[in-house]
Every structure is written in C-alpha cells, then in structure tokens.
C-alpha cells in the first residue's frame, strides 16, 4: 500500500512540475504589473522546438535550451507589442496564446508518432531504489527539483532582494519607480523573458519528458491553469 501510494505522489509531483515552472515566471511578470495571457501559447510552441530539436539531436539538454529559447522568444513579442507599442495586454496575450496554438500545430506535423532518443534513468543514484521514499523523493528528473529550488530562490528574490524590492515597486506604482530613476520598460521586459523562459522549459518538460512524444494541443490547458 505504501509503495502505491509513494507511486501516486510520484505522479502526481512529476505531472504538477509543468504548471509550477510556468506558475513561477508568470508571478514574477504580474509581479511588475504586466499580466501575459499567452503562457498555453509559448507552452506549446516551446514543447514542439524542444521535441524537435531533441528528436535532431539526440541531446535532452539542447532541447531544453532551445524550449526556454522559443518561450523568451514568444515572451519578446509580446514585450515589443505590450511594452514598446502599449497594446492592450489581454488582447495581446490572446493572441500569443492562438499564435501559439495554431503555429505549434503546423510545425508539429511530421513529428506526429515519432519517437525521441532514450535518456538516462531519472533521480539519484542508489537513493532512487529506496523502498518508498525512493521513488517518492529521489526518483524525479532533475527539472522537478529545479522547480522546486525556482520556487524558493524566488520567493527570496522577491521579498529579501533588492531586485525583489525594485521589481515590486515598479508594479505598485511605476510612476513613482520612474521618479526614482529605475528602468521601468526594462525591469518589465526583464521579467517576461523569465517568465518565457520558465513556460519554454514547462513546455520543453511535457514534450521530452512527461510524454515524450509531441500531439496538438499536449498542454490541455495547463498554461491556463498556471495563470489561475
């Protein structure tokens, strides 16, 4: 029974890793007063360059470089419309998140049942064949843990940084933050590319990692859950 139920919090931390990366970058941007609907979008574009380049490759670590690219590289755009040419920013991410839909769809037609080259067993050797806490605690692959040390580097970023500090004022009051002489564009601009890059490697995880395999449409909605 035990081993059971170690299995189902197993799972359950494995399929959760996705949401909390995306989670983790779309706090930092609303932190600055910028809110990003397009995460379901730079998910999924993301998940498709990172099978891609994965399936070319052969190298896991090159696919998630390249997802966290493809997410800054979605987050960038919507910069450049939200920030440099004040769009409105709901707008805009909708029309990131369909951007990515439909452009993840397209490029992700000949790789429909294609498979990716085999990777290493996950989790920390020796620890991993505990009986329970094995599999529960040292079993994950290593994003799992990253994303849980993004949770608490950014927690401490936030409130005992100076980062923390200018990032919070510029979405409480960026007039006031201008006033100051801080870089309010920038410090916002800053923070989307995080939060792309956390969607990038979300994406990146789904589609090399959780099912390592590519399908329209893989995120089912877990962009929009992270935004929740």
């Given at each position: 029974v035990m081993?059971?139920?170690a299995t189902l919090v197993a799972s359950s931390i494995a399929a959760g890793?996705?949401?909390?990366?995306?989670?983790?970058?779309?706090?930092v941007h609303e932190r600055t007063g910028v809110v990003n609907l397009g995460v379901e979008g730079m998910m999924l574009v993301a998940a498709i360059v990172a099978f891609a380049v994965t399936h070319g490759s052969g190298s896991h670590a090159l696919g998630f470089g390249a997802g966290a690219l493809a997410g800054m590289a979605l987050a960038a755009v919507f910069a450049f419309f939200a920030?440099?040419?004040?769009?409105?920013?709901y707008a805009t991410g909708l029309a990131i998140a369909l951007l990515g839909s439909g452009a993840s769809a397209f490029i992700g037609l000949p790789y429909s049942g294609q498979g990716l080259p085999a990777r290493g067993a996950d989790g920390i050797a020796v620890l991993r064949?505990?009986?329970?806490?094995?599999?529960?605690?040292?079993?994950?692959?290593?994003?799992?843990?990253v994303a849980l040390l993004l949770v608490v580097a950014?927690?401490?970023?936030?409130f005992r940084s100076r980062v923390g500090l200018i990032l919070r004022a510029v979405g409480e009051s960026p007039e006031a933050a201008h006033a100051l002489g801080i870089p309010v564009r920038l410090v916002r601009l800053a923070a989307l590319l995080f939060g792309g890059a956390c969607a990038g490697l979300a994406g990146a995880y789904l589609a090399t990692v959780y099912t390592p395999l590519w399908a329209e449409n893989m995120t089912a909605g877990r962009g929009w859950i992270a935004l929740a």
């Open positions: 081993d059971a139920v890793t996705p949401m909390l990366l995306a989670a983790v970058g779309v706090l920030l440099a040419l004040h769009s409105n920013q064949d505990l009986p329970v806490l094995g599999p529960l605690l040292f079993g994950h692959h290593g994003l799992v843990y950014v927690a401490w970023m936030l």
